[in-house]
């Protein structure tokens, strides 16, 4: 298989879409060392175009073979204490099995891991590769937490609370620090400033978790991307509002 060389940025992509499964991913929602559920997807950047020119399988990756061997390695594998330990260990057992990619990005999903979350929290890591591992980035995502707030400029608006969709994306650093990361979760963190908060803007709504996040000092990480929309905004869109990228260095 032709692999893309270093400085050269791969455009395509092997794709196998949310494979569900289930697997001791940290705690559950109740706090227990139990079995999830969980669904992962994985995307292998490389380079199909000899596979399209010869029109031929063996000069790209088998997404069935990569499945079997998937769940082959769930059965056989320990607990994991977090997904990104459990991403790192498929890596390892991917670049052993398979031709190594230039960059293999994998998201999992743990959608009944949080109790006050309907959607779950998951994580984005990217593994970048070019003869060795080079680095790679962990994306934690928490795409719906749903609080009622005053929010809006409307008479009524400033004294009734309303429900507000808060969603964040957190580029955490590398490599990961495990023993900076205590303190409550992002979700409770979020919810109980949101509850208390009054604002005419979902831009000044935004600005404010931003910078709540930003200056959390127990957690690394070096941008978090926030998304707060009215789903009551308008009557014929699901929702309206802002979203916003914000790095710690801006608020100190």
Known sequence: MSLPTEGTKPRDCVVIRDIRFIARIGKDCWGRDEAQQAR????????????????????????????????????????????????????????????????????????????????????????????????????FMLPEVNVNCIIGVKARERTQKQKV????????????????QAGDPFEVLVQKAVEDSSYQTVEALAEMIARMICLDAKRTFTSVTVTVEKPSALNFADGAGVEITRTPDQYS
């Open 165 to 180: 969709k808060i969603g964040f994306e957190i580029v955490l650093m590398y490599p990961p620090n495990r023993e900076n």
């Open 40 to 139: 992962t997807t994985i995307k292998i950047w490389t380079d199909t175009s000899a596979a399209a020119a010869g029109d031929d399988v063996l000069k790209t990756y088998d997404y069935g073979a990569i499945t079997k061997h998937f769940f082959l390695w769930l059965g056989q594998a320990v607990p994991w204490e977090n997904l990104h330990e459990f991403h790192s260990a498929y890596f390892f057992r991917f670049s052993h099995i398979f031709a190594t990619p230039t960059c293999l990005e994998m998201t999992t999903w743990l959608p009944d891991a949080l109790l006050r979350v309907d959607s779950g929290h998951g994580l984005r890591t990217t593994f970048n590769w070019f003869g060795g591992l080079k680095d790679w980035k962990d994306t």
